[in-house]
């Protein structure tokens, strides 16, 4: 089960961390991701870890403005977001995959096996 928390309202240039809260598999050889959906868009990703490794990706988009990082103890996922901009609105949603799984794909939905069921961000003046 994946529950992501921290999603709201805020304006271009403010901060706000994402977290996802996993559990009912083994966290600690999980890939997680953060994906989001503007509405009238697909689905897209925005980030990924890799527990085990902690090895990180991000799309182009939130390089250097998104940090994704893991607390093992507590079985989580954050995703920090600084200086927000108003193409950052939808819903961000967490998903997992669990071995075996290859990173190389750590951007399709389809490779995902567990999703939550989204927090809604709005960026807005």
């Known amino acids: 089960q994946l529950v992501e928390s921290g999603g709201g309202w805020v304006q271009p240039g403010d901060s706000l961390t994402l977290t996802c809260a996993v559990s009912?598999?083994?966290?600690?050889?999980?890939?997680i991701t953060w994906f989001r959906q503007a509405p009238g868009k697909e689905r897209e990703a925005v980030s990924f870890i890799s527990i085990t490794s902690g090895h990180t990706n991000y799309v182009d988009a939130v390089k250097g403005r998104f940090t994704i990082s893991r607390s093992n103890a507590k079985n989580a996922v954050s995703l920090e977001m600084d200086s927000l901009k108003i193409e950052d609105t939808g819903i961000y949603y967490c998903?997992?995959?669990?071995?075996?799984?290859?990173?190389?794909?750590?951007?399709?939905?389809?490779?995902?096996?567990?999703w939550g069921q989204g927090t809604q961000v709005t960026v807005a003046s």
């Open positions: 998903a997992a995959d669990v071995p075996p799984y290859s990173t190389k794909y750590w951007y399709q939905t389809a490779a995902y096996d567990y």
């Open positions: 009912g598999f083994n966290f600690n050889t999980a890939m």
